[in-house]
């Protein structure tokens, strides 16, 4: 998934969706993904979803929060490895505690 787009509401995006979201993949097809958590990472905000297959899987995708034109809310695609791995390593300080954060 290259692209991704957010069908919905502007804020936060739980508190706007619910536990779940819809995203327009690369192939124009709808998948949908149950928010897992919202973070800040570095002064980005960020989201942590999960499809049904990842879930078998036990993987997550990170996605970085970003306001749309209208101030909606809406999801990019974290290219860089580095950036995606602070943003996994933070999710996994949250559900398994640490002394350090980033």
């Known amino acids: 998934m290259s692209e ?5 509401r502007s804020g936060s995006l739980k508190s706007r969706y ?5 995203l327009d993949g690369a192939s124009g097809e709808s998948e949908r993904f149950r928010i897992l958590a919202e973070l800040t990472v570095g002064g980005r905000s960020y989201a ?3 499809s049904d297959a ?8 990170p996605f970085r929060v970003v306001p749309d034109g209208n101030g909606d809310p809406s999801l990019e695609t974290i290219e860089d490895d580095e950036e995606w791995e602070e943003v996994s390593e933070a999710y996994d300080d949250l559900l398994f ?3 350090e954060r980033p």
Do not use: F
């Open 4 to 8: 991704s787009a957010l069908n919905g």
């Open 18 to 22: 619910g536990d779940y979201v819809e």
């Open 48 to 50: 942590i979803l999960q």
């Open 54 to 61: 990842m879930r078998k899987d036990g993987e997550i995708e």
């Open 97 to 99: 505690g640490s002394e």
